[in-house]
């Protein structure tokens, strides 16, 4: 029997939950420098995190899925941790937002050079802005 579209669309879903699970397993087993860095500056701090959390965005349409660095749980706030070579285009922010969550890049150069209360200082700026 033909599936319909929605049993299509769930059994996507479905597949990308339990792939992004793995996928996050793997991630968590060789944290870089930099996540590292950031990560023990969120735990230092008491911050309510998850770490690299799978999530399937655009479930009514196409559903993608995302690997989330961090996520400070309160305030839906992504926390991506970039190299020159990895990046969210426009499209994939623009999902994101649309989800609900508010995007704060650092650059790894960032998290080797600045202090951890400058990184904690942005991160609050971040909150402020993304509860008003």
Same mark, same amino acid.
């Given at each position: 029997m033909k599936k319909t579209k929605k049993q299509q669309i769930q059994d996507k879903i479905l597949?990308? #939950?339990? $792939?992004?699970?793995?996928? %996050?397993?793997? $991630? +968590?087993?060789?944290? @870089?420098?930099?996540e590292i860095?950031?990560?023990n500056i969120l735990k230092e701090a008491g911050y309510n *995190? !998850? *770490? &690299? $959390?799978p999530v399937v965005v655009n479930k009514l349409k196409s559903p993608q899925l995302f690997i989330l660095d961090f996520v400070?749980?309160? *305030? +839906? $706030?992504?926390? #991506?941790? !970039?190299?020159?070579? @990895?990046h969210? =285009?426009? %499209? &994939?922010?623009?999902?994101?937002? =649309? #989800?609900?969550?508010?995007?704060?890049?650092f650059w790894n150069s960032q998290l080797t +050079?600045?202090?951890? +209360? &400058?990184?904690? !200082?942005?991160? %609050?700026?971040?909150i402020i802005k993304t509860v008003k």
């Open positions: 597949f990308l #939950e339990n $792939l992004g699970l793995q996928y %996050a397993k793997d $991630l +968590n087993k060789n944290k @870089t420098k930099w860095i950031l990560y *995190f !998850d *770490f &690299q $959390l400070l749980i309160p *305030f +839906n $706030l992504v926390i #991506e941790v !970039d190299g020159k070579s @990895t969210g =285009t426009k %499209a &994939q922010i623009k999902l994101l937002r =649309t #989800e609900g969550y508010e995007i704060l890049r +050079n600045y202090t951890k +209360n &400058q990184i904690l !200082d942005i991160i %609050a700026k971040r």
